[in-house]
């Protein structure tokens, strides 16, 4: 099934997708997120593909929040999750960095997750229990560095806390920042070494539903910002503090909630 999962999503990539790269118009949802024809052909065409795969209840990006919610509710014994186009802002905005994300969960979590980048032609794959891939690579697919001062970030500032935010654009315990835009890859990235640690205040079920397992096979350690037990909350609002080697993840998390508990 992971296979044919892999198949259907660079299928639906290259023909939905990348045909409206840097050629589709772009329009805005109510809460002021983009999105274009191409988000929802991606989405239609990913539908048959997965109802292909597992016949199962389907939970879409592109769907009003009363829909997602009540999918959610209703999806216990399985539930695809599916962002079509993650980072739709790049999308339209020629920035190649932007995914399709498709997560297969069953009681509350994720057992199938498949992020493809296009662009680099990269899929990153795992299925629980069987280890996290890069293109049928192992990840990780290189070391994290040695210490927190050291490390390359990914944080997104605006959904944090107003003081943290201000904290981490002032002082910042490591050694350098980036936010590239597109949350399912961002997760990638961490579980393949290439960011050392994860930082973001607030994703919807399909941002982390296939990137969280991609992290955790390959060995990957995270929370929330308030509660150890990401699984715990809203899945339509769950914060993340994340990183791929315990030591790191360790100094990261008590850095990050020292601070939250100084400014409380």
């Known amino acids: 099934m992971l296979a044919g999962l892999i198949e259907g999503v660079k299928r639906v990539a290259h023909q ?61 014994e399985g539930l695809w999750c599916v962002d079509p186009i993650d980072g739709t802002s790049n999308f339209v905005n020629g920035i190649p960095y932007f995914a399709v994300s498709v997560a297969l969960v069953r009681a509350g979590r994720p057992v199938l997750g498949v992020v493809y980048d296009p662009v680099a032609d990269e899929c990153f794959y795992a299925q629980r229990g069987g280890g996290a891939f890069l293109n049928g690579e192992p990840l990780p697919i290189k070391e994290s560095v040695g210490t927190l001062r050291e490390a390359i970030a990914e944080v997104d ?60 096979e390959a060995g990957g350690h995270y929370c929330g910002l308030y509660e150890d037990d990401f699984w715990g909350n809203d899945p339509f609002r769950r914060s993340v503090i994340a990183a791929l080697r315990p030591d790191l993840f360790a100094d990261w998390k008590t850095w990050i909630r020292t601070r939250l508990q100084q400014q409380a």
């Not at 640690?197 to 079920?205: D, E, M, N, W």
Request: hydrophobic residues 40%; aromatic residues 10%; glycine residues 8%.
């Open 16 to 76: 939905e997708v990348m045909p409206r790269y840097l050629n589709v118009a772009r329009h805005r949802k109510s809460d002021g997120s983009l999105f274009t024809q191409a988000d929802l052909a991606a989405q239609e065409a990913l539908t048959e593909e997965l109802r292909a795969l597992v016949d199962c209840h389907f939970l879409g990006e592109e769907m009003t929040e009363a829909q997602q919610k009540a999918l959610w509710e209703a999806g216990s």
């Open 157 to 216: 500032l605006k959904r944090l806390p107003r003081e943290l935010a201000k904290l981490l654009g002032h002082a910042p315990p490591y050694a350098s920042q980036r936010n590239f835009g597109a949350s399912t890859l961002e997760w990638c990235y961490v579980a393949a070494g290439r960011f050392d640690v994860y930082l973001h205040g607030g994703q919807k079920l399909w941002d982390y539903a296939a990137g969280s397992l991609i992290l955790e």
